[in-house]
């Protein structure tokens, strides 16, 4: 018998018969699965984000299966107090259970039995809200050395006591007046601990940073993109490959707008070569022709790159999209593997970014193993190049060339995979990506002004408005769609696919049981035959679960546990989101076999809409209109069609009012919510206008309700 059919008949049986097979492949010198770590393969444990430091989102447990899913049951839940997205991966150390929250909260519990060990909660500004983009959201933690680590939104990196969770030390990673945010987790590479950032659109410059483990001192960081050529060099480790290789790839004054390329998800080390693997943001403008004079790679935008562990020196890099103008980040996590290709083993590094091509890296040279595919329909480009690894773009995509030409983009900013983790089963040897088929708008905008702490785009498209109507609203809706993509990463190609309505659908996790775990925006939580894709079984957590779970066993049982709360860009921006509600608080919630919990009763409360009395003139409405988009749609929700985790601005009390309207919106009256005062950027005629511009949108959506209710 061969030793494929050795595995095959061993692998099929149980995590004990999987372990002897990677034994056989390792002795024979068979490299045809992913073994990211040798922890995973003993850990019944979860103890870093992903599973195992190449972050592959598999679980070799077994007891849950295809045949016994339908017995899983709620073993326990927690309520947190935050009603915003919630996005992290919980990790599972010793028995206890880590998981930041919204607005960088930290619980610990008893992952047994739910009890609350501690909590955390770094007291982060309500005002620092207004510069995160996308959320308030914390995608996790990190452990070592008996602490337990949390970027805080505001720029702390902090070590706590994993026992009592008290303080230990804090770093803080950059001025907090500035438009940084941390919303990624934290990392560890022997004794630092590694921590990016985020804001490139509100004009930063993207690093990432080394912390010693046990004492929070400095060790090194590495810029992503060149800084102001006058002022010289910045005595880090960024320093010799800024000069030698990233700097002749700028042009213009793009220094003066920050340059972006912010590491705000994508960090794992890469145990095998003793280096780190970071993927590297967007462009800050997004416009190339006004970020760099339309010349130009602009290194290291929307790159994989590689450091040495110890000393944060520059080791490789490969830049998936040159020249990037599509907030096509490179940011999205990255699996460490081994597999073989073409009969040969390769350890590699794989990712399916934002501009919709799956890449295949050797973790060696930073070359590509495999030539890039298409997981989703794509337009901007018509492939990837095999001799330069280059995207060839199509001329229409090229929007920021001065014309005035309005490019409609699939995929586009939202991304054809965003920061939702993908997983990777070596039982079936496929990849599954939360993928999203959806449409966005570029156009150049020759009157671009730069303003630091605000958009910093360039890009004028009327594709991104919104909707203007219940009807528009529709179509926009059915133009979009979210799938379960299994994706086979050496062959290229996709096997099958599930597929969903609108997007924002949450992380996955693939488990030993032949399944993987899935949340939805509406709030179930629903398991797949990992082989087929065939739904099995579905549980109503009330509020919309985007992260993706984590698997874990104690005393002979496991356990599936996953955040619940809805939220991130396409909760708070996008206007593809069907069904919004009012949504209860966050939960993590946790699973086994003939789990007994049940969720108390939750019914949405009914806000009605809140017109003003008087009916606005068509100028002030038309004037409000396009303050709202500049200024109030990135958070409220385009059109003002909100989905729910900000408040919708046409429910609001005070959109009656024009006195308390101006107190909050120019005065900040609940800036410590994070609705910040705009009294520096609006007028009193200003605010007045947009009030009246979404009174009329109140209007409009109360005479459609109840044209319905007829």
Same mark, same amino acid.
């Given at each position: 018998?061969?030793?494929?059919?050795? @595995?095959?008949?061993?692998?099929?049986?149980?995590?004990?018969?999987?372990?002897?097979?990677?034994?056989?492949?390792?002795?024979?010198?068979?490299?045809?699965?992913?073994? $990211?770590?040798?922890?995973?393969?003993?850990?019944?444990?979860?103890?870093?984000?992903?599973?195992?430091?190449?972050?592959?989102?598999?679980?070799?447990?077994? #007891?849950?299966?295809?045949?016994?899913?339908?017995?899983?049951?709620?073993?326990?839940?927690?309520?947190?107090?935050?009603?915003?997205? #919630?996005?992290?991966?919980?990790?599972?150390?010793?028995?206890?259970?880590?998981?930041?929250?919204?607005?960088?909260?930290?619980?610990?519990?008893?992952?047994?039995?739910?009890?609350?060990?501690?909590?955390?909660?770094?007291?982060?500004?309500?005002?620092?809200?207004?510069?995160?983009?996308?959320?308030?959201?914390?995608?996790?933690?990190?452990?070592?050395?008996?602490? !337990?680590?949390?970027?805080?939104?505001?720029?702390?990196?902090?070590?706590?006591? $994993?026992?009592?969770?008290?303080?230990?030390?804090?770093?803080?990673?950059?001025?907090?007046?500035?438009?940084?945010?941390?919303?990624?987790?934290?990392?560890?590479?022997?004794?630092?601990?590694?921590?990016?950032?985020?804001?490139?659109?509100?004009?930063?410059?993207?690093?990432?940073?080394?912390?010693?483990?046990?004492?929070?001192?400095?060790?090194?960081?590495?810029?992503?993109?060149?800084?102001?050529?006058?002022?010289?060099?910045?005595?880090?480790?960024?320093?010799?490959? &800024?000069?030698?290789?990233?700097?002749?790839?700028?042009?213009?004054?793009?220094?003066?707008? /920050?340059?972006?390329?912010?590491?705000?998800?994508?960090?794992?080390?890469?145990?095998?070569?003793?280096?780190?693997?970071?993927?590297?943001?967007?462009?800050?403008?997004?416009?190339?022709?006004?970020?760099?004079?339309?010349?130009?790679?602009?290194?290291?935008?929307?790159?994989?790159?590689?450091?040495?562990?110890?000393?944060?020196?520059?080791?490789?890099?490969?830049?998936?999209?040159?020249?990037? =103008?599509?907030?096509?980040?490179?940011?999205?996590?990255?699996?460490? $593997?081994?597999?073989?290709?073409?009969?040969?083993?390769?350890? !590699?590094?794989?990712?399916?970014?934002?501009?919709?091509?799956?890449?295949?890296?050797?973790?060696?040279?930073?070359?590509?193993?495999?030539?890039?595919?298409? +997981?989703?329909?794509?337009?901007?480009?018509?492939?990837?190049?095999?001799?330069?690894?280059?995207?060839?773009?199509?001329?229409?995509?090229?929007?920021?060339?001065?014309?005035?030409?309005? @490019?409609?983009?699939?995929?586009?900013?939202?991304? *054809?995979?965003?920061?939702?983790? &993908?997983?990777?089963?070596?039982?079936?040897?496929?990849?599954?990506?939360?993928?999203?088929?959806? &449409?966005?708008?570029? #156009?150049?905008?020759?009157?671009?002004?730069?303003?630091?702490?605000?958009?910093?785009?360039?890009?004028? =498209?009327?594709?991104?408005?919104?909707?203007a109507s219940v009807e528009e609203r529709q179509q926009a809706i059915d133009t979009v769609s979210a799938s379960i993509t299994a994706f086979?990463?050496?062959?290229?190609?996709?096997?099958?696919?599930?597929?969903?309505?609108?997007?924002?659908?949450?992380?996955?996790?693939?488990?030993?049981?032949?399944?993987?775990? #899935?949340?939805?925006?509406?709030?179930?939580?629903?398991?797949?035959?990992?082989?087929? /894709?065939?739904?099995?079984?579905?549980?109503?957590?009330?509020?919309?679960?985007?992260?993706? %779970?984590?698997?874990?066993?104690?005393?002979?049982?496991?356990?599936?546990?996953?955040?619940?709360?809805?939220?991130?860009?396409?909760?708070? +921006?996008?206007?593809?989101?069907?069904?919004?509600?009012?949504?209860?608080?966050?939960?993590?919630?946790?699973?086994?076999?003939?789990?007994? $919990?049940?969720?108390?009763?939750?019914?949405?409360?009914? !806000?009605?809409?809140?017109?003003?009395?008087?009916?606005?003139?068509?100028?002030?409405?038309?004037? /409000? %209109?396009?303050?709202?988009?500049?200024?109030? &749609?990135?958070?409220?929700?385009?059109?003002?069609?909100?989905?729910?985790?900000?408040?919708?601005?046409?429910?609001? %009390?005070?959109? =009656?009012?024009?006195?308390?309207?101006?107190?909050?919106?120019?005065?900040?009256?609940?800036?410590?919510? /994070?609705?910040?005062? +705009?009294?520096?950027?609006?007028?009193?005629?200003?605010?007045?206008?947009?009030?009246?511009?979404?009174?009329?949108?109140?209007?409009? *959506?109360?005479?459609?309700?109840?044209?319905?209710?007829?």
């Open positions: 018998m061969g030793i494929r059919k050795k @595995f095959d008949r061993l692998g099929a049986a149980s995590t004990y018969g999987r372990r002897v097979a990677f034994a056989l492949l390792a002795a024979f010198g068979v490299a045809s699965c992913t073994r $990211a770590s040798t922890e995973q393969a003993d850990s019944a444990g979860w103890p870093v984000i992903g599973g195992a430091y190449g972050e592959t989102f598999y679980s070799p447990l077994d #007891q849950i299966t295809e045949a016994n899913i339908e017995r899983l049951g709620l073993a326990w839940y927690a309520d947190l107090d935050t009603d915003r997205g #919630q996005e992290a991966n919980p990790i599972v150390v010793d028995g206890v259970i880590y998981v930041s929250t919204a607005w960088s909260k930290v619980y610990a519990y008893d992952a047994k039995t739910g009890e609350q060990v501690w909590r955390f909660d770094p007291e982060v500004p309500g005002e620092k809200g207004f510069d995160a983009c996308c959320d308030v959201a914390n995608r996790g933690v990190a452990a070592a050395g008996g602490k !337990v680590f949390v970027g805080a939104l505001d720029g702390r990196l902090i070590a706590l006591d $994993a026992k009592t969770g008290a303080v230990v030390w804090t770093a803080q990673t950059f001025d907090p007046k500035t438009p940084y945010t941390i919303t990624g987790a934290p990392r560890i590479a022997k004794d630092k601990v590694i921590i990016g950032n985020g804001g490139a659109e509100y004009g930063v410059r993207g690093y990432v940073t080394a912390y010693d483990v046990e004492t929070g001192e400095k060790a090194w960081r590495f810029y992503t993109v060149p800084g102001d050529p006058a002022a010289g060099p910045d005595g880090e480790a960024s320093d010799a490959v &800024m000069k030698e290789k990233a700097a002749p790839s700028w042009f213009g004054e793009w220094y003066k707008y /920050g340059g972006g390329g912010t590491v705000w998800d994508a960090i794992v080390y890469d145990k095998d070569f003793d280096q780190i693997l970071i993927g590297v943001g967007n462009g800050s403008p997004w416009n190339y022709r006004i970020r760099s004079d339309g010349k130009g790679d602009n290194l290291f935008l929307s790159s994989i790159v590689a450091l040495d562990a110890d000393s944060g020196a520059y080791k490789w890099h490969y830049q998936e999209t040159p020249a990037e =103008s599509w907030d096509f980040t490179a940011t999205q996590p990255i699996i460490l $593997a081994d597999i073989a290709i073409d009969g040969e083993p390769r350890k !590699v590094a794989m990712q399916a970014p934002k501009n919709g091509f799956f890449y295949v890296i050797d973790r060696s040279n930073g070359e590509l193993a495999t030539l890039p595919q298409p +997981f989703v329909s794509v337009n901007w480009a018509r492939g990837i190049d095999p001799k330069t690894g280059r995207p060839i773009v199509n001329e229409e995509a090229k929007w920021s060339a001065g014309n005035d030409e309005n @490019f409609v983009a699939r995929p586009g900013a939202y991304g *054809a995979h965003s920061w939702h983790p &993908m997983a990777y089963s070596p039982d079936t040897g496929l990849v599954y990506i939360p993928t999203q088929d959806h &449409m966005f708008g570029y #156009q150049d905008e020759p009157g671009f002004r730069y303003h630091l702490g605000d958009w910093n785009l360039g890009n004028a =498209s009327p594709t991104n408005v919104g909707p086979d990463p050496v062959e290229q190609r996709t096997v099958w696919r599930v597929q969903h309505d609108g997007i924002g659908y949450g992380g996955i996790l693939a488990t030993g049981g032949n399944l993987i775990f #899935q949340g939805e925006p509406n709030g179930m939580f629903s398991a797949y035959k990992a082989s087929d /894709g065939k739904k099995l079984w579905s549980f109503d957590g009330q509020s919309g679960a985007i992260a993706a %779970a984590a698997s874990y066993e104690i005393d002979g049982e496991q356990y599936v546990a996953v955040l619940a709360g809805f939220g991130g860009v396409v909760g708070i +921006f996008s206007p593809y989101v069907k069904d919004p509600y009012v949504r209860p608080n966050g939960r993590l919630l946790v699973f086994k076999l003939d789990g007994t $919990a049940s969720l108390p009763h939750y019914e949405p409360p009914v !806000v009605p809409f809140n017109p003003p009395a008087e009916e606005a003139p068509s100028s002030q409405v038309s004037l /409000g %209109a396009g303050l709202y988009a500049g200024h109030c &749609m990135r958070c409220h929700g385009a059109s003002a069609w909100s989905a729910g985790v900000i408040p919708d601005l046409r429910r609001s %009390a005070i959109l =009656s009012s024009p006195e308390a309207w101006e107190q909050v919106v120019l005065h900040g009256g609940l800036s410590a919510q /994070g609705m910040v005062g +705009f009294g520096d950027k609006l007028s009193q005629e200003d605010a007045e206008a947009i009030r009246l511009y979404v009174g009329e949108q109140a209007r409009a *959506a109360e005479a459609v309700l109840a044209h319905t209710a007829e």
